[in-house]
């Protein structure tokens, strides 16, 4: 028998705006969360996951929260969900205050324990949608994962296309007798960056790729740097381009093509189509032999290598005078393309494409 997987979903502060009180108790305090409602529809009547909301009610039904406060307005909300064709298979609310301590109160799990001892439920890849920490302590209790609005830029489009359509992460590994390089991307992170090559000009470019782009980049790269730059370069290259190809997957849903920016003096134009067909054009000229500790021999071997191993094609062009500003102007415009390439639409989530396969 298929494991059936469970949203549990916050109340205040994510299906609805939690007031500075922390309380809603009439309907002037009203709001649904911006992008719920589509989001969330779409959830329900695409996937199937088991719906339980979760809410901590502090002190509900005391002088502080009278009940003829609270249900008039819960009813509401949940009425104005139904006719989205929102509904949820259980409801649990706590009361207590936080000094009370309660196993039931998140992050304590004793009102879901049913779930998470039962074999017909998957729990390992359910998730708590939330607002606070508490929540991802909640998750983390539970023993699934967490989908928390506004940590990391999430909102309710990201949580919608999460749980449609899938992460897109990717671990390479690239072990030679020249070089020993280990890369891990999220093409849907933030930007964070742990970046190791032993070229500090590599390291800030590369650094350039995961801020811009919005990726999560780890690249840990060891090299013969003893003999020169050249292998380091290249084969970093190779196993970002087989990264980001994987990462990618089948490429359903995504714009496919992406950039042109100015850096002071340069403008620098990056176009890429993630096409499968790799191809390299480059117009581009340096005077200096180095950027820091980088050859400029090797910018066009670099783009090149991340070419073919990604299977993209790609245009880059750069004017200026500064060549610092523009190599530097062509990695962030690689990384804006990049960004805007891979942006996927869950409501046209089809191969980009006259072919049918990329």
Not at 274 to 282: D, E, I
């Amino acid at each position: 028998m298929k494991q059936q997987r469970i949203l549990f979903i916050d109340r205040d502060g994510t299906l609805i705006e939690e007031p500075a009180d922390e309380q809603i108790d009439s309907f002037e305090k009203l709001k649904f969360t911006q992008g719920m409602f589509r989001n969330l529809a779409f959830i329900r009547q695409k996937l199937d996951f088991r719906f339980v909301m979760v809410s901590n009610q502090d002190g509900l039904g005391t002088a502080s929260f009278p009940e003829d406060t609270f249900w008039p307005v819960h009813n509401f909300i949940l009425q104005t969900l139904e006719g989205e064709g929102i509904t949820f298979d259980e409801q649990l609310i706590d009361r207590h205050f936080p000094e009370d301590n309660a196993p039931t109160r998140k992050p304590g799990t004793a009102m879901v324990e049913k779930y998470m001892h039962d074999p017909q439920y998957d729990i390992a890849n359910s998730y708590v949608i939330g607002d606070r920490e508490t929540d991802a302590a909640f998750a983390r209790n539970i023993g699934c994962k967490a989908l928390i609005l506004g940590r990391d830029g999430m909102t309710w489009d990201r949580i919608a296309e999460l749980l449609f359509a899938g992460e897109r992460t990717a671990e390479v590994r690239r072990t030679t007798k020249e070089t020993d390089i280990y890369i891990k991307v999220n093409l849907d992170g933030s930007g964070q960056c742990d970046i190791e090559t032993g070229l500090g000009f590599f390291n800030h470019m590369l650094e350039q790729i995961g801020k811009h782009g919005g990726l999560d980049l780890t690249i840990h790269t060891k090299g013969d740097l003893n003999v020169d730059e050249h292998h380091t370069i290249e084969d970093t290259a190779l196993a970002l381009g087989e990264c980001l190809l994987r990462a990618l997957g089948d490429k359903r849903g995504t714009e496919r093509y992406g950039y042109s920016l100015p850096m002071d003096d340069c403008l620098c134009q990056v176009c890429l189509d993630f096409g499968g067909r790799p191809w390299l054009v480059w117009d581009a000229e340096f005077k200096r032999e180095h950027v820091g500790d980088m050859p400029t021999e090797m910018f066009l071997h670099f783009f090149k290598s991340l070419s073919d191993a990604a299977r993209m094609n790609l245009n880059i062009k750069a004017e200026g005078d500064n060549e610092h500003h523009k190599i530097e102007g062509i990695f962030k415009a690689l990384a804006r393309s990049i960004k805007m390439a891979v942006r996927r639409d869950i409501y046209h989530y089809e191969l980009p494409s006259t072919k049918g396969t990329l």
